[in-house]
């Protein structure tokens, strides 16, 4: 019975002892649920598609754009300038290339010496993924500041989860005839993707919510392009506006400098009571 008792008290004592040590961990350490939008278009490098034939004084560029939407968690040491999050997105990367009628020809055939093309008036492929962002947070000043300019290091890794190729033809009757087979001849890009980024932006305290501004700038492509149709070495350079809302959990979201000067003011009252109260 007596050891019983024993190992209760111990348990007992261990469990406020933990409690207590969440509690104070949480005090240090702030929690910040949030998301984002981003969105970017860019020019990419020359398409690299064998069956295509270009005839005109352009170059065959593709335009490209990209969108993501994010869901992280954002942890902030209390009063610290350096925070870390992570969280999962959701991405889409596109491009297309588009030319005048007559200008685009697909290679659909070729016997000995004869060779059919078909002609088009675009192509594009849209690529859908879902991934792991991961960034740290520098801030230019401390947590007192409604206003908190910061540098932010980022990186995502991708995984392809759907892809779609379109072409437009000029003659619509050859649709029917040679889309499945143009749309498996432009191919996919790999199933992994990974990207860094580095950015500047603001986090701006409204009391309730922090929204972040930001523009990142430059954004690199550490594994093969995201198009098939580009190749690995001149994958693109692009810069991306983004905006991003968080929602503290667990802890006041007003700045803390309203805090401390509450404190303060509290302490000179007191002070300027005492002396009252010894009269």
Not at 120 to 139: A, C, D, E, K, T
Not at 147 to 165: H, M, Q, S, W
């Amino acid at each position: 019975m007596k050891k019983l008792l024993v190992w209760v008290a111990l348990l007992t004592a261990f469990h406020f002892s933990s409690s207590a040590q969440g509690e104070e961990s949480a005090d240090r350490l702030k929690v910040n649920l949030g998301v984002a939008c981003g969105f970017s278009i860019s020019e990419m490098n020359e398409v690299n598609l064998k069956n295509l034939l270009y005839r005109g004084k352009e170059e065959n560029l593709a335009d490209h754009s990209s969108w993501h939407i994010e869901f992280t968690s954002d942890f902030l040491p209390a009063r610290e300038r350096i925070s870390f999050a992570t969280g999962i997105r959701f991405s889409n990367q596109y491009a297309w290339l588009e030319k005048p009628y007559e200008d685009l020809y697909w290679l659909v055939k070729e016997e000995d010496k004869t060779s059919d093309y078909v002609t088009l008036h675009s192509l594009s492929q849209s690529n859908y993924y879902l991934g792991i962002p991961l960034s740290f947070r520098v801030f230019f000043n401390s947590e007192e500041r409604r206003v908190r300019p910061y540098l932010k290091f980022e990186g995502c890794f991708d995984l392809k989860i759907a892809t779609r190729n379109e072409v437009d033809f000029y003659n619509e009757r050859m649709r029917h005839i040679y889309e499945e087979q143009i749309t498996d001849e432009m191919g996919k890009p790999k199933n992994f993707h990974a990207s860094a980024a580095s950015a500047i932006g603001i986090r701006i305290n409204c009391n309730k919510f922090y929204v972040a501004p930001e523009l990142t700038f430059p954004k690199f492509e550490l594994t093969d392009s995201p198009i098939s149709f580009i190749k690995n070495e001149d994958a693109f350079i692009s810069a991306e506006l983004k905006v991003a809302v968080q929602f503290p959990i667990g802890r006041d979201s007003k700045p803390a400098a309203t805090a401390v000067e509450t404190s303060y003011s509290s302490n000179i009252q007191q002070e300027n009571i005492m002396p009252n109260e010894d009269f």
